[in-house]
């Protein structure tokens, strides 16, 4: 499969697409989403404004300015409330609409952060394991090669995906 696992900070992926941890709003806020805006400047705020905000588990793409990829996607993952909520649901849809963006725009690459990990509080392993799953469907499922980076900023995090993916 082609899948890597890495740590570091994802905006330095010259990716595809990297994909942006957003919210709901698309003005930006702290945490990966803070990083991308801060490394892809001004201008990526402004196509934000004019898109004018995405639902939770939707997403939608931009132009990267600054950053080395060539696009980002944005997405918005579920504030984890407990589980009753259909956040699983919500989470799985962020990952299978980033993907299905990355396949329509003919990409050959995309990078992935740990989805609602930070301050949405979901559960790192069973988030972990709704990224794995869908990327896997989805690679079984694609006919061209794209290739899948999971950036994680925390070791702990990469180790999670790497026990996932049955990688050591
Ligand atoms: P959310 O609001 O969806 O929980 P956060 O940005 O708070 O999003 O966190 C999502 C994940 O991204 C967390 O695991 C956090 O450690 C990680 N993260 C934060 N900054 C970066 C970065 N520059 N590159 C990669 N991952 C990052």
């Known amino acids: 499969m082609n899948i890597e696992v890495k740590v570091g900070d994802i905006t330095i992926e010259p990716v595809g697409a990297i994909v942006n941890a957003a ?27 004019k898109i004018g905000g995405c639902p939770t588990g939707s997403a939608c ?32 849809s962020c990952y299978d609409e980033c993907l299905k963006l990355a396949d329509q725009y003919g990409l050959k690459s995309i990078a992935f952060p740990a989805i609602s990990c ?29 290739k899948i980076i999971f950036v994680c900023y925390k070791p702990e995090m990469a180790d999670l995906y790497r026990k996932q993916l049955n990688l050591k």
């Not at 930006?28 to 201008?43: E, L, M």
């Open 61 to 92: 793409i931009t132009k990267a300015y600054k950053l080395p990829a060539d696009y980002v996607i944005h997405t918005v993952g579920p504030i984890w409330h407990g589980g009753s909520l259909d956040e699983a649901g919500q989470l799985r």
């Open 118 to 146: 930070g301050v949405y509080g979901y559960p790192h392993a069973a988030a972990v394991a709704i990224a794995v799953n869908a990327v896997k469907t989805f690679l079984t499922q694609c006919s061209e090669e794209i």
């Open 23 to 49: 919210n709901s709003s698309l003005l930006g806020g702290g945490g990966v989403d803070g990083a991308i805006h801060r490394t892809a400047g001004p201008q990526l705020l402004a196509e934000c404004r």
